[in-house]
């Protein structure tokens, strides 16, 4: 949630997804708690994934840039010493 609360200002929608991953699932005319994360299958699984994958596209865009630095590659010298 708190992802969330940074990115959406809105408390009435954060409430709502708050209130989504809380409701629990039915199986067999039971209902059963979910402890952690929402039902499979959720209507709001998708939008979830998508605002966590996002974070994990910008955090990766980071270790890319900085992976990526440099001008080119080592000179190898036993092929300098062959050719």
């Known amino acids: ?4 609360e940074k990115k959406i200002d ?3 929608f954060l409430r709502v ?3 989504m ?3 629990g699932y039915m199986e067999d005319w039971q209902f059963h708690r979910t402890y952690t994360g929402p039902p499979q299958g959720g209507i709001i699984s998708p ?3 998508n605002i966590y ?3 994990l596209d910008c955090f ?3 270790l890319i840039s900085d992976f990526d630095q440099g001008t080119g590659r080592r000179k190898n010298t036993e092929y300098q010493t062959i050719s």
Not at 1 to 4: I, N, P
């Open 60 to 62: 990766v865009e980071n």
């Open 1 to 4: 949630m708190q992802l969330l």
């Open 21 to 23: 991953l809380e409701a």
């Open 10 to 12: 809105d408390w009435k």
């Open 17 to 19: 997804i708050k209130k």
């Open 53 to 55: 994958l996002h974070e």
């Open 47 to 49: 939008i979830l994934a």
